[in-house]
């Protein structure tokens, strides 16, 4: 009992961590519908720019709002210099996908061929663990947990009664129509990557904090476990993501509690799997006739 | 032999290997628009199932390397495992993994599906040998022939090209026949051609497992020669090398992906053991994999479908009676 | 309760018979109790304002929509939990509201693939019995050429499917619809992409094919073309049949009045 509760404590952390990246993600996707896979690239941006931060000595909290910054203008570089070229010759969604892929190939191995390939230490905002019973949380992974709930209510409360959250449900559900209405469409896409990269960028910060080290693979290793996440939960929602972070962190740390580390990801992973078995039509469920909004 | 024969006659032999692995990744994403990202797991497979049934009976827990089944089995028994092994695991994951959804949530899936292998691999010791793999590999025709494929490496080296020439053969022929017609249809319209009589999920089943069984004989191809089979040699970025290799060569253009193979994954790739070093170790394999990046980006910028595109098949006007050879209607539709 | 099913003009017994279809998206019933009957060689026009469930309807007799309630039977046999491509193999032939050509295949291969369908197409046939695998592809291939000069299309054999312009695509999806020999056709708004000094050229092509004996079901929206083309007309809103006839009954009808308007 005392180790499920262990595990439970790290896993809500776990999903913490994820969801933030989620949210980020889905956000994008959801009005997009372009899977970015380079969204973990920047996610290792976001990392190194904190890390530069804590090298010049600047605050830690700080250094994670540069690490958001740096997450925002990489996206909407790449979304507006890159992305766009493609857009114009018509690429369809697929082939999209298949862009990002290339330019997370050049950001990780340019990163790579930077950082000389070294891992780098990030141990700020660590402090001595709070233990209640058997569980044992530090009060940063406390903090992650406030900030993801903070990130979820005020997403939803921006998207539900702003303007622009209302622009942009309505352009994520029928682009043209929205733009006969006078959304004006590409800058609710400009806004939606700033905030979907800065939390992006958060998401690297965080997820660097809590592994305490941070190389060129970072996000390319929680990439997969974010694109899970967003799908599970329902494209383009917030709330979903969260959900789906929450179950995946659960039962990721639950099984690494009980079977060992080596099982936990595929844990993670299988409940994609095991959603595609049984509900196979919920996993992609009217996606089909999406199309491409940037 | 000297070592630039030797460094020659294995290139020459990964050329081979990532040949079929382009051909099976070109019917399978070129002619039927399945995007198997999870391309590499069908490989290993095959490379380990061909391992396990040359290396002979596994020692057990006592021994330093452990793992299933085991025997001892003569050519051409092994490759015809490891082709089989490639197409059993394909359809099994193919028959939950394969949907019909958007190409790009299918590329996402199979490569999680992937991940998810590969972990498991890596975690399982008493299956696989865990994380340390498995070495002593033979090569049962050698054997046969009373040669090794370290010490004859150019033999080896023809005997892969000899079956990647069949192999090219028989998925060419393949794709030209009216099941190669049936993929491209599935490919460019689905619904269409669902209702059309084919049936889509059987078309997808089939051309996945097919792509699988040559995996697995590719696999089966590379450990025979390097004589050892790790988890951890398996990534999923070597599948990614191969799809660019389809797009600069030729998507859906079986010459095209030879040409692709030749100059992404060995030219391009073995240049930079040419230069002089600059920079600090790995700099070079950093910049590869940049180049690689950009490389696809150029290539779906400017040059979609690669530099053999797929081949328009032309038909002529059968020659027959005149009939009433009328001339046809201007301004028709 | 479903509205009174409109009566054939001939004598034979209807090739596909729907009765009581119902299909519903969580809850919202798109297609409530819509009834319909097809004779061999009769056109029936589904018309109806936006959002009338004209082209779910469709949806659920070609099986790419799940139908909640009902039965649909061709030629006697029912087919209603059959997938689609089954039901095309039984004889069911449907076009879609956005074309469907094969884009980066050539029209001739369009008609081709068409015609050798499941049985010639399969792995199994084409390994193992090359020589009748053959002979199909060479019958396909004549009557492609048939079908090509009936629709005066032989030009563009060569063509890719995406090279062609939207009557051209239209054509190419119902020649292929012929190539099997289908006993009923299924049309989602094919005036969809033709343009417009065109289509008459297209109702008159139409008009052929019902010659020939099939049974043609079209939905569409320009009222010229089933005033032209169909021998009954339903009207469907929200989701229920509210009225059926000949196209001048059905246009002098109060409540088809009411519906378009509101």
Redesign the interface.
Known sequence: MGQLLASSADGIVVAAILAVAAMGFTLQFGLTN??NLSFGAVMTIGGFTAYLANVAHLNAWLGMLLGGVAGAVATVALGRG?LR??AR?R?Q???????T??????I???L??IS??AIYGYTVLRGAPLRMGPIAVTPIEVGIIVMALVILVAAEAALKFTKLGKALRATAVEPSLARSCGIQTGRVVLITWTVSGFLCGIAGVVYIISTQSVDYSTGELFL?LV??AA?LGGVGSIRGAVVASLVMGLVTEIVAGYG?A??S??AG??I??VV??VR?GS??GG??DRQLVL | MNAWGFYVATLLIYFGVDLLSGISLNLQFGYAGVVNFGYVVFQAVGAYAAAVVVLGPSGGVASFQQYVFGARLAFPLDLLVAAAAGGLVSLAIGMFSLRRMRRDYQAVVLLIVSLIAIQLVSADVPLFNGANGLTGVGWPLGQLLGISATSSPWIYAAWVLAICAAVFVGVTWLSRSPWGRSLRAMRDNEAAASAMGLNITALRLQVFVLGGAIAGLSGGLLVEYIGAWSPGAWGYAETFVIFTAIFVGGVGNYRGVVIGVLLVPVIFLEIPRFLPAIGYPGLIDSLQWVAIGLAWMLCLLFRPQGILPEKRLRVGRPVGPPETAVAPAEGAI | MSTPLPATATGPDPVLVARDVVVSYGGVHAVDQVSVNISPGGIIGIIGPNGAGKSSFLGALGGQVKRSGGVITLSGQDISSLLPHQRARLGLARTFQTTSEFGRMTVFENLVTAAEGDRGASLKSVVLHPRRTKMREHAAAEHAWEVLRRFEMERTANHYGRELSGGQRRLVEIMRCLMRSPKVLLLDEPMVGVAPHLTHKLVDDLRAIGRDGLGILIVEHALEVVRQLCDQVVVMALGKVIASGSFEEVVQDATVQAAYLS
């Not at chain 1, 969604?93 to 862009?99: A, P, Q």
């Open positions: 372009v899977i890159v070229l493609y010759r690429t969604l697929f082939e999209m996908m298949m862009v892929l290339g330019m997370g190939l050049v990780d191995y340019g790579q061929a000389q390939n997969p694109i899970a799908i060992g080596a099982y990801t595929v992973f299988a994609l799997v595609l078995l196979p996993v992609s996606a089909e």
